[in-house]
């Protein structure tokens, strides 16, 4: 996980440093970097949340990036037993990729 972190941060700087902080390219390292950190399901979860928002307000609900990571953080609250509120998320994802 080091390594892959390490990687996501510098190309999150680089990014952050071209492009701003709020966008697109920005905003998928800022979760790869999440990912790649070796912490709990839950953790996980937490930190998805405010960053879902983010990626809402820069980037939009139907946004491909913003909706791939509302279809992981489903994945993360089925994993961890949230069903119903990953059922929401998922029914969320859905109406946003059709659309």
Do not use: H, W
Not at 21 to 46: D, H, Q, R
């Amino acid at each position: 996980f080091e390594d892959a972190r390490r990687y996501y941060k510098r190309a999150k700087k680089g990014y952050e440093e071209q492009l701003g902080p709020n966008s697109e390219k920005v905003l998928e390292a800022t979760y790869g970097v999440i990912c790649a950190t070796g912490m709990s399901e839950g953790e996980i979860i937490e930190k998805l949340r405010p960053l879902l928002q983010r990626m809402v307000g820069a980037l939009g609900e139907e946004n491909v990036v913003t909706l791939d990571t509302l279809n992981n953080l489903g994945a993360g609250l089925q994993e961890n037993g949230e069903l119903e509120e990953a059922r929401k998320v998922y029914e969320s994802c859905l109406a946003g990729r059709e659309k």
